[in-house]
Nanobody, 116 residues
Framework: QVQLVESGGGLVQAGGSLRLSCVAA????????MGWYRQAPGKQRELVAV???????NYLDSVKGRFTISRDNAKNTMYLQLNSLKPEDTAVYYC??????????WGQGTQVTVSS
């Protein structure tokens, strides 16, 4: 089992920045890729960014150049740096971890609200 706890969400004005953190606990050795998803009201959950155990990252097109995903394996922590935030980035952001056996784990979510 893997437990994920997010933090760092909040209210920010357009153009501002936030840094989200996701701390993993439990069977850390079983984790392969980790990622951030988001879900806005009335919309489907979407993948924002993903990073593999080797450090390769991929991003949703609309956040490329603004968001940066990183992973500190020594601290069992994943980060998402959100810069140049836009109102359309407003959503609940969820941390996700996928084990080598393709099992998915989810955090409880953290709200990001960007005011115009």
């Amino acid at each position: 089992q893997v437990q994920l706890v997010e933090s760092g969400g909040g209210l920010v004005q357009a153009g501002g920045s936030l840094r989200l953190s996701c701390v993993a606990a439990g069977s850390i050795f079983s984790i392969n890729a980790m990622g951030w998803y988001r879900q806005a009201p009335g919309k489907q959950r979407e993948l924002v960014a993903v990073i593999t155990s080797g450090g390769s990252a991929n991003y949703l097109d609309s956040v490329k150049g603004r968001f940066t995903i990183s992973r500190d394996n020594a601290k069992n922590t994943m980060y998402l740096q959100l810069n140049s935030l836009k109102p359309e980035d407003t959503a609940v952001y969820y941390c996700n971890a996928e084990s080598w056996a393709k099992r998915a784990y989810w955090g409880q979510g953290t709200q990001v609200t960007v005011s115009s």
